[in-house]
Nanobody, 119 residues
Framework: QVQLVESGGGLVQPGGSLRLSCAAS????????MAWYRQGLGKEREQVAS???????NYADSMKGRFTISRDSAKNTVYLQMNTLKPEDTAVYYC?????????????WGQGTQVTVSS
């Protein structure tokens, strides 16, 4: 079982930046995909960005150019750098690990970290 611990959320003004961190309990090379999701109040959870074990990245259209996902394999940690934040980016951000094995696909979630964009 993969344990994920997020950190780095908080209150930021519109136009500001934040960097979220997600520390995994095992090597990122053993996890097929690491991703960030978010869920705003009254909204469905949506994927923000992902990075594969091979380093390929993918972003939701509304985050392209503003958010960057990266990793430090030595620290088993994935980051989400968020720039030019908007009030609509306010949400709980969750880290997700997806492992694909012979028994199927397993998803693991962190506890979430609140990001609030407000003046």
């Amino acid at each position: 079982q993969v344990q994920l611990v997020e950190s780095g959320g908080g209150l930021v003004q519109p136009g500001g930046s934040l960097r979220l961190s997600c520390a995994a309990s095992e090597s990122l090379f053993s996890i097929n995909v690491m991703a960030w999701y978010r869920q705003g109040l009254g909204k469905e959870r949506e994927q923000v960005a992902s990075i594969t074990s091979g380093g390929s990245t993918n972003y939701a259209d509304s985050m392209k150019g503003r958010f960057t996902i990266s990793r430090d394999s030595a620290k088993n940690t994935v980051y989400l750098q968020m720039n030019t934040l908007k009030p609509e980016d306010t949400a709980v951000y969750y880290c997700n690990a997806k492992k694909i094995g012979r028994t199927g696909i397993l998803h693991y979630w962190g506890q979430g970290t609140q990001v609030t964009v407000s003046s």
